[in-house]
């Protein structure tokens, strides 16, 4: 089997790495930027709410971070509305340049 190692470095990958460290702060299982929140679509974007202001360590800034609606996460309406939204969802319409300061940790 074929393996390929790599390292990233850099002041994107120090954000993201700071932003998923939040997850157990928050209490969150998953934690997006503003930057990448405003990159969506508005009804992938309507999906996520703010969690707080967070000055995250390194960073010579605090940042509005968003997690997705409670409502979405327990189910109900609104869940399989946002599952539909996914399904239409096209990826290639996020910005490169915004999905590096994004964090996902779950």
């Known amino acids: 089997m074929d393996r390929l190692d790599f390292t990233v470095v850099g002041p994107a990958v120090n954000e993201v790495s700071r932003i998923a460290s939040m ?8 934690l997006v930027s503003a930057e990448l929140r405003a ?14 202001r967070f000055a995250l360590r390194g960073l010579n800034r605090a940042d509005c971070l968003y997690t997705l609606n409670p409502a979405i996460v327990d189910g109900g309406e609104a869940a399989g509305a946002y599952a539909q ?11 490169p340049d915004c999905i590096r300061s994004s964090a996902l940790a779950f």
């Open 23 to 30: 997850c157990g702060s928050a209490e969150r299982n998953l």
């Open 39 to 52: 990159a969506l679509r508005e009804p992938e974007r309507d999906a996520l709410v703010a969690v707080g």
């Open 85 to 95: 939204t996914l399904g239409r969802a096209n990826s290639s319409e996020i910005r």
